[in-house]
């Protein structure tokens, strides 16, 4: 058991009252810790190394890293092909641009790129496409 104090506006504490989702601080960090180790899981079986930073930031980025990583999978099911050559191009292009992501160990990282969107990882993904076809 643990005791909140409320010193906010009266509609700050009925919004805390109301949220339901009470942990002591102890309680709050395994929670945390079990989290981040749930996804870590699901990004290493991908491909994804384990991120560096405290607990809370490395959760925090693990959420991203999963909302992110869903985009790009978005992405990637929602495009059309004229033939094979583009397709295998397109493979490519999102191959290595994970494997840019994959470098990424710094959960400071994922939280400083957080809003990015899925034309953000179009963009990148065509970037990508073009030097393949330079070489």
């Given at each position: 058991m643990f005791k909140v104090q409320l010193f906010e506006s009266h509609e700050k504490n009925l919004f805390l009252v109301d949220k339901k989702?009470?942990?002591?601080?102890?309680?709050?960090?395994e929670y945390f810790r079990k989290q981040a180790n749930k996804l870590t899981k699901a990004h290493q079986a991908i491909g994804f190394p384990e991120l560096n930073g405290t607990l809370k930031m490395v959760s925090w980025a693990e959420k991203i890293r999963a909302e992110l990583i869903n985009?790009?999978?978005y992405l990637k099911k929602s495009l059309k092909f004229e033939n094979d050559d583009e397709k295998e191009l397109s493979g490519k292009a999102f191959d290595m641009f994970f494997k840019e992501?994959?470098?990424?160990?710094?959960?400071?990282?994922?939280?400083?790129?957080?809003k990015m969107t899925v034309r953000n990882i179009s963009n990148r993904v065509v970037e990508i496409s073009e030097l393949i076809k330079k070489d």
């Open positions: 989702d009470w942990y002591c601080e102890k309680c709050k960090k985009k790009v999978d992501w994959q470098e990424k160990t710094e959960a400071k990282w994922w939280i400083d790129h957080r």
